[in-house]
């Protein structure tokens, strides 16, 4: 019985041979994990209890036909499915005495995996329908009724044209999202001076903030160099303070400070923080952990309103991830919101 132990630690998943008596002969450290420490020796079914699971089992102990079933479980609290490879083997060098060989493959993650990309398919296609219906609507109101309409076609084509650019911005965010993460295992390398980075970005959303009521303060400290992708970088801290200076209400002040980052220990090295502070109404704290979920938004009608796609903070992520960096949320709601990136620095 030890050979087939040793033989069963082999294997790359949890796996459990049952002999010609209904009982554990041997299990693997994986299936111990799985099924109980103490299984060796016991019947299977003390186990191994799934319906499914058992039926499979006593049927190939007596017909010897493998099968394979799939089952869902919940343990330790979470849901878990696996499938379970159920096969006649022999048991003696002899081969006269049979058993069944149980393995385990756990599909859970991948299960979730498939999930994701089916809600992910099913909010992109919610998202490019909404703008999509309107225009349809308004192309066939100027093809009909409103077609000698002179005020009603400035009117609609003013609404079409913000339709149309609601569809290219999600376009070209899902081609950014796609790309930083296809690239997030490559950590950028380049010497890039974050206090530039942070000051052409001030310089382009200045007439945003104007327009929006916003005092918008970043005092320019000397370079400071990270290593990274700039162009990345930039689209990091635009989205932050475009954010900043969208969510952040009336009477709004926007900061950006660059400093040491004081805890060192995140980043196992020298670090620096750049925080963006607006003075808007904050963000409840249940929602804080899902802001960079694709498409999470804590105000769907308002982000819509603003013209946003609900991606930005997802990019965010993907690109501080891949500059190995942080990304921390801190807000007390009437207070306004903190989001610092903490960024390892330039040791070269
Ligand atoms: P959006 O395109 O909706 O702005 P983001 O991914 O950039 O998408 O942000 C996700 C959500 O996080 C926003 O819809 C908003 O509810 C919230 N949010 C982001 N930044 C702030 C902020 N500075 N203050 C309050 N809420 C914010």
Known sequence: MEVLASLLSGLPVAAVLVGPDARIVAANRAAREMLGQAIEGRHFLTAMRQPDLRAAIEATAADDIPRSITYQTAQDGRDSTFRAHVAGVAVTVDARARG????????????????????????????????????????????????????????????????????????????????????????????????????????????????????????????????????????????????????????????????????????RGPAIAVTVRDRGPGIDPLHIPRLTERFYRVDTHRSREMGGTGLGLAIVKHIVNRHRGRLRIASEPGEGSNFSVILPRWDG
């Not at 009603?152 to 609601?166: V, Y």
Request: glycine share 6%; net charge negative.
């Open 100 to 267: 069944v060989l149980v393995s385990f493959e756990d599909l859970t993650e991948r299960e979730q995996a498939a999930q994701m990309r089916r809600d992910f398919v099913a909010n992109v296609s919610h998202e490019l329908r909404t703008p999509l219906t309107a225009l349809m609507g308004f192309i066939e109101t100027l093809q009909g009724p409103a077609r000698r309409d002179e005020a009603a076609i400035d009117r609609f084509l003013t609404i079409m044209a913000r339709e149309a650019a609601r569809m290219e911005r999600l376009v070209r965010d899902l081609l950014s999202l796609s790309r930083v993460e296809g690239e997030e295992r490559v950590r950028p390398r380049d010497p890039v001076d974050l206090a530039g980075v942070i000051g052409t970005v001030v310089t382009m959303l200045r007439p945003l903030a104007r327009e929006r009521g916003c005092a918008l303060r970043f005092a320019p400290t000397e370079a400071c160099l990270v290593p990274g992708n700039a162009d990345q970088l930039q689209q990091v801290f635009t989205n932050l303070v475009e954010n900043a200076i969208k969510y952040g209400g009336a009477d709004n002040r926007v900061e950006i400070t660059l400093a040491p980052h004081p805890d060192d220990v995140t980043l």
